[in-house]
């Protein structure tokens, strides 16, 4: 007879495969090793073992983005719990849905200096959507074993609030055996449907129609389209519209797929650009995509003659301060300014929204696209009606912003052209334009980021671009990057990570594999400029003495990350020519494996490039306003 320790561990998992998960991250230890063992056990359920219990977190938390679905994390008690905090913060701000599973000791250790033992109750505070402590498992609690491993699933797929992370407190008792336990009975014996399925719509509500068509109306506009939440299966944003979870690495894409294409109809039917981020939204080349907008709004000319009327946002800010910036001058002068989220959450930094609107940014765009073409006259309009000018007005509007647009890529063009070194603006430029169609870029959270957000250029097949925006750290990126890798099926295009040298020190324990693992296969591109290039744009660059600025913020490191990178078996390659980027990336391609691109650059060169850029593009963008008229 197998232990109720052993029951209990099997039956959340047998209802978790039910339930649709298909990645579980486990970080050795013994008091959680009844869990580890039922789900090595599984075979629906893909194992990751990783030693480092912060480089599981955002281990699990890139499977989450890459299939679009819960991912379980299994630690041990003590510290190795605290360790989950960062990637737990960041999938609770970004959306993504994880079950936490922290092992505890059982009630009669806590509190009496027993080893490992740590106050674990509500660990990660308010960062969790649901914490649940069912105490050492026994035979009275039995019946209850499948409602709670399902409701773990259903939280953290948010239909009821967002996705997010769940943490599973789960105190077991020694003697912590090896055997696998029997799970409890499923509602019927042959049912593959999990014990709860919650069902959750976020279509948009009359009123809700109604108001946004009374804003846009007549008037020009702008979208600004930024970061998109995770669809998790089942939820809210999947856009099977819930229901039985169907897990797949293509969720996050299709969804994001829906998004754009739903909402590049609502920008064509009223005539406004869609200022792209790139992540989450994939940067095709298209009538109304505007992607160098942060470089568009540093002209003096742009800001006055490009001003919306109303401005309607869909998803997470940009990176930009500068387009925060002037986002706050519209508001102040009067600007309308709509915000499109989900479960109605206050994502505006800046306070400038004035109108918050909980739905489904797709259902949204389609029902009053379709309202929009209801409300069409049947036959063109006659020269004297009264919406005839405005509609006029507002494709000029469109007219003039493309004219912008292209005259910034031109610009970005011709100053990174005229470069032969390699430079962090034309790394971020050239590897969104080299990837293979539909592959995917992650991110870092300092320069990378904006990099990519200011200074890549529409393409078809854009790359997916993901980042840990959520409380924008370094931390956990190569973990991510991996994670996410580990959700690539056979024939699915490459995953590519785009860091600092600094982010990848910081999570060089990522790169530490057991030998029965496998390692999946990604490239990371890292911008190696002796330290943090981010703190060079900020005024202590310059106020600070240099031995200072270098020891407290630039601080550059004694170890080459190429030769750590080496030290753990990944193929290196050297890029120093701009030119000989493409060719190392076809080449880490065709290689297979864990490919690291090392860039070497120097942080004072890369402000001055970026003053360049910000500045060629401005002048290039007053030329052409001036070139242009708007009403």
Not at 13 to 31: F, K, N, Q, T, Y
Not at 125 to 146: A, F, I, M, N, Q
Not at 274 to 298: E, K, Q, T
Not at 466 to 474: F, H
Request: aromatic residues 4%; charged residues 20%.
């Amino acid at each position: 007879m197998t232990s109720t320790q052993a029951d209990f561990a099997a039956t959340l998992v047998d209802e978790w495969a039910l339930a649709g998960v298909r990645h579980a991250v486990v970080a050795p230890g013994s008091r959680s090793s009844p869990l580890a063992v039922a789900l090595l056990a599984e075979p629906r359920i893909e194992v990751h073992v990783r030693l480092d219990e912060r480089s599981a977190g955002f281990f699990a938390l890139g499977c989450a983005l890459g299939e679009g679905a819960p991912v379980v994390v299994v630690t041990s008690s003590g510290t190795a719990a605290a360790e989950l905090h960062p990637a737990v913060v960041e999938a609770d701000l970004a959306g993504v849905p994880l079950i936490v599973c922290t092992a505890d000791r059982p009630p009669e250790l806590l509190g009496v200096g027993a080893p490992q033992a740590i106050d674990q109750q509500r660990i990660f505070g308010s960062s969790v959507r649901l914490y649940s402590e069912p105490g050492v498992p026994d035979e009275v609690t039995r019946g209850t074993w499948r409602s709670f491993a399902s409701r773990l699933v259903a939280e953290a797929s948010g239909t009821a609030s967002a996705p997010g992370p769940v943490h599973a407190n789960l105190a077991f008792r020694e003697p912590l055996g090896g055997e696998r336990g029997s799970a409890t009975p499923r509602r019927a014996p042959q049912s593959s449907s999990p014990w709860h399925v919650r069902l959750g719509e976020r279509g948009p509500s009359a009123a809700a129609v109604e108001v946004l068509l009374g804003i846009v109306g007549e008037r020009r506009g702008v979208i600004i389209a930024g970061g998109t939440p995770t669809p998790s299966s089942g939820g809210a944003f999947a856009p099977s519209g819930g229901g039985t979870p169907t897990p797949s690495s293509d969720a996050p894409r299709s969804y994001e797929l829906e998004l754009r294409s739903a909402v590049l109809e609502l920008a064509d039917l009223l005539g406004w650009p869609v200022l792209a981020d790139p992540r989450a939204w994939p940067r095709i080349d298209d009538l109304c995509v505007v992607s160098a907008v942060d470089g568009i709004v540093r002209s003096a000319a742009a800001r006055v003659q490009l001003a919306p009327e109303v401005v309607l946002h869909i998803g997470a800010p940009h990176a930009s301060k500068v387009l925060a910036a002037w986002s706050k001058t519209l508001a102040d002068s009067g600007t309308r300014h709509i915000l499109v989220e989900p479960y109605g959450r206050f994502v505006d930094p800046e306070r400038i929204v004035d109108t918050v609107i909980a739905a489904d940014p797709v259902r949204l765009a389609r029902t009053v696209s379709a309202r929009l073409r209801e409300d069409a006259p049947s036959a063109p309009s006659a020269p004297s009606a009264p919406s005839a000018p405005s509609a006029a007005s507002r494709r000029r509007y469109l007219s003039a912003w493309r004219a912008a647009e292209q005259a910034a890529q031109d610009a970005i063009e011709g100053v990174l052209r005229a470069r032969t070194q390699v430079s962090e603006p034309g790394v971020a430029r050239a590897l969104f334009s080299a990837l293979p169609d539909e592959s995917t870029l992650v991110v870092s959270s300092s320069m990378p980021v904006r990099d990519v957000e200011w200074f890549s250029a529409a393409r078809p097949g854009a790359p997916r671009v993901v980042a840990n925006r959520g409380a924008n750290g370094i931390d956990g990126v190569t973990s991510t990057v991996l994670g996410v890798a580990a959700t690539r099926r056979e024939g699915d295009p490459p995953v590519v990570g785009l860091l600092g040298d600094l982010a990848f020190l910081h999570d060089v324990s990522a790169l530490v594999w057991g030998a029965a693992e496998h390692r999946p296969d990604a490239i990371l591109v890292v911008v190696d400029n002796a330290g943090g290039g981010i703190f060079n744009f900020l005024p202590y660059a310059t106020s600070l003495d240099e031995a200072s600025f270098e020891r407290g913020f630039g601080t550059p490191q004694a170890c080459d990350p190429g030769h750590v990178a080496l030290a753990f078996g990944c193929q290196v390659t050297v890029v120093e020519a701009a030119v000989d980027l493409a060719r190392a990336l076809d080449g880490a391609l065709a290689e297979g494996g864990l490919q690291v691109i090392l860039v070497r650059t120097e942080r004072r060169a890369n402000v001055a490039l970026h003053e360049e850029l910000h500045a060629a593009i401005a002048t290039a963008v007053d030329a052409s306003s001036d070139a242009s008229s708007t009403d």
